[in-house]
């Protein structure tokens, strides 16, 4: 191999997965059409009465739902939020993950068992069930930003989602802490800080990103799944877990409404989780060499 | 052996506790507590809310109350529910084997699927069965189960009819026909729906991760040495290999275990299964905490098990573990 930095390497087996590289291309058409919700010409909540549950037409592309709003144009603005939220919490979640990860790997001894400690009692919360009480107390609290409930969803997903990142990361700590170059760091002066931050974390940058990709589907089948179950993002706000709880009920009248936000929960998640195959691949080699021998 | 099952028995006792006190602060700070109900009816008088609180002693400090409900929990007394002014642990023992029927054919059904395809997927990988299998669970995986669940009523209750009766092919919910006969074959036209949209994810995830598991034991030592002594590839693959790549499968089943639970929660909505899933759901609409905290304590108490039965099993089945 010619002599190529690390990084392009990565970004090389990166591309040849080419499922991979699909996957990139859905999930940026994704983003794409979210980001140009804008540009259709209904409104996402504006109700027109005076045509519901029209079957899909060159008006309207998906149809309308029971309100006569366009489901073409709130599906688009329903993977704003859906990506939003997925994207937000899984950034609070892989941040609280790698600190508590890297303090206790780093660390050990008492800080690392209190650590753990948490990590476990978080671990055997049963999480839906939990997200589903929190939701539901959180909502009848009396304090004004308690009723942005894209907020609320954001932050309760990510407070039960951090574990398994904090497990890896301690887990890669433990044994990284103890080559040479962290030594070596140390016996010149460095401050853990600085040795956990610029040495050790970026020797975990492919493992981390990898749980992230898993992290993102997770969170996005999390959301759509509390939504559907009414106990997520509220209504009139779309999101696709939330349009296609009003179609469930709407099923045998206007069968439509329920096939496409399913479809673009579907695609958004394949595409994470080829994205995410892909990396596990670009950054360790080795897997696939083992696997085709 | 058995010191160590003893010692993560005693171990998850802390963790159950901190658990308790988590829930049970949830419950006491949510507006109007467990009388939400009296204080909604405008028919009950301050003084009438005075004497029930006295009487069900919410006018007792917060710890002695924590106390006494933790006590009765432990005597599986898990209070009444606020709705429907029944014993908690009533309403749940009527639910409970609904949902072990659910998930239990659900399990079975995801193993037969689930084996077979990863040990042929791994016998001839990149082949064209193993291709076909690799897209479905990829497919699979990516399913959420509550769309699935919708998307069979589609197919199966709202397009296609029996062409015979002219009725749907397969029921949309319930778990048998009302006033019909009350048949095994009526429970099982019911479960065909629930259980292939639980199912499904399952099964994709279990194949994928024996075919990995077994290309990963393809190349052990012990493998190698069983062929090299001559013994013909039957014997290598489901005596030596299959044996040991089942190993961490087992482990992952019993840690996913209560998943299928939570997955069961979307299917009992969505096909009104009676079950704790839709117990739990319907509760949680109606905001009746001493139904959310019981269904979440027995859902906890079932993780902290499987996740001894997982550990314990790994230690029978693989002498290289060893616990101290």
Known sequence: MTNRSLGSQILHRFIKHRMALVAVVMLVVMVLLALGAGLTPYSPTEQNPANPFQPPSPQHWFGTDELGRDIFTRILYGGRVSLMVGLISTMIAIFLGVVVGALAGYYGGGTDNVLMRVTDTFLTLPTIFVLIILSAFLREQPYPWLKNSVFVVIVIIAALSWMWTARLVRSLFITLREREFVTATRALGGSDGGIIIRHILPNCMGPILVSATLQMAFAIILESGLSYLGFGVQPPTPTWGAILSTAQVHVYRAPWMAVYPGVMIFITVMAINFIGDGLRDAFDPYVVHADKK | ?324
């Open chain 2, 1 to 324: 052996m058995f010191n160590y099952t003893l010692r993560r028995i005693l171990q998850s006792i802390p963790i159950l506790f901190i658990l308790s006190i988590l829930l049970f602060a949830l419950v006491r700070t949510a507006p109007g507590g467990p009388l939400a109900t009296a204080y909604r009816n405008p028919n009950v008088t301050k003084e009438q809310i005075e004497i029930l609180k006295k009487h069900l002693g919410l006018d007792l400090p917060l710890p002695v109350q924590y106390v006494r409900w933790l006590g009765d929990m432990l005597r599986g007394n898990m209070g009444d529910s606020i709705k429907f002014r029944r014993p908690v642990s009533e309403m749940i023992a009527e639910r409970i084997p609904n949902t072990l029927i659910l998930v239990g054919v659900s399990f079975v059904i995801t193993l037969i699927i689930a084996i077979p395809v990863g040990i042929i997927s791994a016998r001839k990988p990149y082949s064209f069965f193993d291709y076909t299998a690799t897209t479905l669970t990829f497919i699979g995986q990516s399913v959420p189960v509550y769309w699935l669940g919708l998307a069979l009523i589609l197919v199966f209750y709202v397009a296609i009819q029996n062409p015979f009766t002219g009725k749907p092919l397969f029921p949309a919910g319930g778990m048998r026909t009302i006033g019909g006969e009350d048949s095994l074959s009526d429970l099982a036209w019911h479960l065909v729906l629930p259980v292939v949209a639980l199912s499904a994810s399952w099964a994709a995830w279990y194949s994928r991760f024996l075919r990995s598991s077994l290309l990963d034991v393809q190349h052990e030592d012990y493998v190698r040495t069983a062929r090299a002594k001559g013994a013909s590839d039957r014997v290598v693959y489901y005596k030596h290999a299959l044996r040991n790549a089942i190993l961490p499968l087992v482990t992952l089943i019993a840690l996913d275990l209560p998943s299928l639970f939570a997955g069961a929660l979307f299917i009992e909505t969505i096909f009104s299964w009676p079950g704790m899933g839709r117990l739990f759901w319907d509760a949680a609409r109606g905001r009746d905490y001493p139904v959310l905290l019981a269904v979440v304590m027995i859902d906890a108490v079932i993780i902290i098990f499987c996740n001894i039965l997982a550990d314990v099993f790994y230690g029978v089945l693989d002498p290289r573990v060893k616990y101290d």
